[in-house]
């Protein structure tokens, strides 16, 4: 058997051992036939194995096992995110939405239903979009767990914004058992002309797989801030698929501390003139347990766009950190401006940073460009500091909050970008 017959082997067992324990949701005609359509898709790829080149820097083994992983519980020593925000609230545990601890789902400008309820009506705005997104971004590289996903998925909300919506909607999620395995799916389409902002907190379950679908129209607005839970042990696997109009504007920002493994993919494709897509991340990873990748593609697919990619990951005590980013400028995607910056704070010798930028461009006219960094404490900054009386400690600290100021200056409302602030430099003293 040569290696691409063994590699289907594999990635047919690893499918087949992951469905094992699972049963296709049921709904109206339409939801039945995208759920179908994306089993057979997983069918015809299989599930990614190490050996899977878009895999070859971390092991998807206990994403693709058929039962979760424990992972123990945590309980957070810090006030709620988001508390201090005005927001609608609804709330998953374990996968499952709570309707005791959510708020009333309406709000001016805004539609806002249960994955579950909007997929049961005979007719409904989301069937022009679910798995849709996905299924698209398939192309040029397969994600055969988003196609899990789309087939799999519980529970989730589907969001319509017609207009600008005053109050952020706020997912949070919250684990409570410790072999979870929940899998859930949002389906968000902002209107033209429409903002929406969107916040996502909690660790969700032992085992999250996730997947958003966002369309946003021409002149439409989309803001995400997005904080992956503390738990230790926590396992995740998240895709996010945008399509983007004309003039329309896609930001999103994660801060992940803690987990045992993550994997954030966020796939974007650009096909309408002038539109902005800012996708930024800030990690902390502290021991030889943690692993944390982000996976970017973005897509070009029209004239006078901007993108920026920025990544920053502090790391130490063996943590491990991977950034793959790719920017595709097609040819007619002329005045492209495409910007990418991957960099990791390593704070000892044996955390480590693995990077594969990527720039594809069948364009003229673009200005794009891409780095990718690693390296220890800046030691005479750490001189400057120690000289004026500053503790050694404290001044890593300071540092290495300078250092992921980068990525948290792409939240656009301050206020948030200031909780996550603080936030950040409290997980640091309690780490010192």
């Known amino acids: 058997m040569g290696r691409a017959e063994t590699l289907k082997a594999l990635r047919a067992d690893a499918a087949a051992a992951r469905m094992a324990g699972l049963t296709l949701p ?7 036939a995208a759920r179908q359509e994306a089993l057979a898709r997983v069918g015809a790829m299989g599930l990614p194995t190490k050996r899977d080149e878009y895999w070859k820097y971390t092991d998807p083994a206990s994403l693709t096992a058929g039962e979760a992983p424990e992972a123990a519980l945590f309980t957070p020593d810090e006030r709620p995110m988001f508390d201090g925000t005005d927001r609608l609230r609804i709330v998953f545990v374990d996968g499952v939405y709570d309707p005791e601890m959510s708020d009333d789902m309406s709000g001016e400008n805004l539609e806002i239903e249960r994955l579950s309820t909007a997929m049961a009506k005979d007719i409904h705005w989301s069937k022009d979009l679910y798995g849709k997104l996905e299924t698209e971004g398939h192309d040029p590289v397969e994600r055969p767990l988003a196609a899990l996903n789309t087939a799999f998925a519980t529970d989730g909300v589907v969001i319509r914004a017609t207009g600008k919506v005053s109050r952020p909607v706020n997912v949070s999620y919250l684990h409570r058992a410790t072999n979870s395995d929940a899998i859930l799916h949002h389906v968000i389409r902002v209107e033209k002309g429409a903002d929406l902002t969107f916040l996502e907190n909690g660790p969700a379950a032992a085992r999250l797989s996730k997947v958003m679908e966002v369309d946003v129209a021409d002149g439409g607005a989309f803001h995400h801030v ?3 839970g ?5 396992r995740a ?10 003039g329309s504007t896609y930001k999103s920002f994660t ?3 803690n987990g045992r493994l993550t994997r954030n993919e966020t796939i974007i494709t650009i096909t309408g003139d002038e539109a902005v897509a800012h996708v930024a991340g800030a990690c902390v990873g502290d021991g030889k347990d943690f692993h944390h990748d982000d996976t970017v593609f973005i897509t070009h697919d029209a004239v006078a766009c901007e993108s920026r990619q920025v990544f920053k990951k502090v790391l130490r005590n063996a943590a491990t950190g991977v950034f793959q980013g790719k920017i595709l400028v097609k040819p007619d995607a002329q005045k492209t401006d495409g910007y990418q910056i991957s960099q990791s704070l390593l704070l000892d010798d044996d955390s480590q940073f693995l990077a ?3 720039l594809e461009i069948y364009a003229d006219d673009v200005a794009c460009s891409h780095g990718s960094t690693s390296g220890a404490i800046d030691e005479t900054g750490l001189f400057y500091l120690r000289s004026r009386g500053v503790p050694e400690k404290e001044a890593i600290d300071l540092l290495t909050l300078a250092f992921l100021a980068e990525a948290l200056a792409e939240i656009e409302d301050e206020a948030l970008a200031e909780d996550l602030r603080e936030r950040l430099e409290s997980w640091l003293k309690r780490h010192r």
Do not use: I
């Open 255 to 257: 801060l992940t501390v």
């Open 237 to 246: 696997v998240t895709g996010s698929f945008a399509r983007l109009g004309a």
């Open 230 to 234: 503390r738990d230790q042990e926590r």
């Open 356 to 358: 594969k930028p990527e």
């Open 226 to 228: 997005r904080t992956q």
């Open 26 to 32: 049921q709904g109206a005609a339409w939801a039945n």
